[in-house]
């Protein structure tokens, strides 16, 4: 599914990727470490980069300021609604 959505975004990009740089970047989470996600972006001329683990603070504060405790809540309920 996202190798998918890679596929229609790069397809999106194609008029710009001639006169533009576009980067892609992805964190390193084994969902995003497939065949299919690093194949999709490469067939469509889009350089893929993936981010190491725990630089999502220091990458995207505003995303950590702002969805870390979302997270938490989502994952607590989550958690809670396995258990029940």
Known sequence: ML????????DGLETMLPH?????SRS????HVTTAVIRAPAQGGLPL???P???TP???????????????QVRRRYEAALLA
């Open 3 to 10: 190798g998918d959505t890679l596929r229609l975004l790069t």
């Open 20 to 24: 533009s740089h576009v980067l892609l």
């Open 28 to 31: 390193a989470s084994s969902v």
């Open 49 to 51: 980069h993936f981010i």
């Open 53 to 55: 683990a725990m630089m």
């Open 58 to 72: 220091w990458l995207q504060p505003l995303y950590a300021y702002m969805f870390a405790s979302l997270e938490v």
